[in-house]
């Protein structure tokens, strides 16, 4: 594994326990990747010993610097939640087959929780194609639909994107008009009517993207047009 030196330019809260961080090289170089893949981030644990985690890349390729969401869960985010403007890091990538195939006619990504920085990626792409696509994104809370100010407006300017959040715990704000509870079959199939000829991307717990992609396959989505990233 080869890791570069980058910093930390930019550090912005997303809720309580939710942050993304920009990278950049003094340099200015930004390494080829592609939306989906990830990278090894890299910091000294309480022993001084470099340990890495992979973190999905939720920029887009022609954004400034890498951009990582990253939850407040585990050890390694509490290494990262000391970081400041102008910390170092060492960084590694990209890795990864999670990624988009330039095939498609049209794409459905559904993600839960922090599993839309992956998706984020993949979602400017597409728009930047042309493509038809939507997003479910699931969280307990409003405050957990990470992103939501910038998919919702994606999905005012761009009629070929459309945007289906959804609320899983019982707190909904007053005069929610999105959708409520896990993502399921029969969520998407209302929203877009059918299945057929549209190519699934599925990012977030193995509960969640695992169980998912069994009830895809078991309504008839062939399993080559269903791709997931799970973790847990």
Same mark, same amino acid.
């Given at each position: 594994?080869?890791?570069?030196?980058?910093?930390?330019?930019?550090?912005?809260?997303?809720?309580?326990?939710?942050?993304?961080?920009?990278?950049?090289?003094?340099?200015?170089?930004?390494?080829?990747?592609?939306?989906?893949?990830?990278?090894?981030?890299?910091?000294?644990?309480?022993?001084?010993?470099?340990?890495?985690?992979?973190?999905?890349?939720?920029?887009?390729?022609?954004?400034?610097?890498?951009?990582? &969401?990253?939850?407040?869960?585990?050890?390694?985010?509490?290494?990262?939640?000391?970081?400041?403007?102008?910390?170092?890091?060492?960084?590694?990538?990209?890795?990864?087959?999670?990624?988009?195939?330039?095939?498609?006619?049209?794409?459905?990504?559904?993600?839960?929780?922090?599993?839309?920085?992956?998706?984020?990626?993949?979602?400017?792409?597409?728009?930047?194609?042309?493509?038809?696509? &939507?997003?479910?994104?699931?969280?307990?809370?409003?405050?957990?639909?990470?992103?939501?100010?910038?998919?919702?407006?994606?999905?005012?300017?761009?009629?070929?994107?459309?945007?289906?959040?959804?609320?899983?715990?019982?707190?909904?704000?007053?005069?929610?008009?999105?959708?409520?509870?896990?993502?399921?079959?029969?969520?998407?199939?209302?929203?877009?009517?059918?299945?057929?000829?549209?190519?699934?991307?599925? &990012?977030?717990?193995?509960?969640?993207?695992?169980?998912?992609?069994?009830?895809?396959?078991?309504?008839?989505?062939?399993?080559?047009?269903?791709?997931?990233?799970?973790?847990?």
């Amino acid at each position: 594994m080869d890791f570069k030196e980058y910093f930390v330019t930019e550090i912005r809260d997303e809720s309580e326990d939710v942050r993304t961080f920009r990278l950049k090289r003094h340099d200015g170089v930004i390494p080829a990747y592609q939306p989906g893949h990830f990278f090894l981030l890299q910091l000294p644990d309480s022993t001084g010993k470099p340990t890495h985690r992979p973190y999905s890349v939720a920029s887009a390729p022609w954004e400034d610097g890498l951009q990582f &969401c990253v939850k407040l869960k585990g050890t390694f985010p509490t290494y990262l939640w000391k970081l400041k403007v102008g910390s170092r890091i060492m960084v590694s990538g990209p890795y990864g087959i999670f990624l988009l195939n330039p095939n498609d006619t049209e794409r459905v990504f559904v993600g839960g929780g922090v599993g839309i920085s992956a998706l984020r990626s993949m979602i400017l792409q597409t728009i930047r194609e042309g493509k038809k696509s &939507c997003l479910f994104h699931s969280a307990h809370t409003k405050e957990g639909l990470i992103y939501y100010s910038e998919i919702k407006a994606l999905s005012e300017k761009n009629p070929h994107f459309k945007f289906y959040p959804s609320i899983t715990g019982e707190n909904r704000p007053e005069g929610w008009d999105g959708l409520s509870g896990r993502i399921n079959v029969e969520m998407i199939k209302a929203k877009l009517e059918s299945l057929v000829g549209k190519t699934f991307y599925l &990012c977030g717990s193995k509960e969640m993207a695992g169980s998912l992609a069994i009830s895809l396959a078991s309504a008839g989505v062939p399993k080559e047009r269903i791709k997931k990233d799970e973790w847990g």
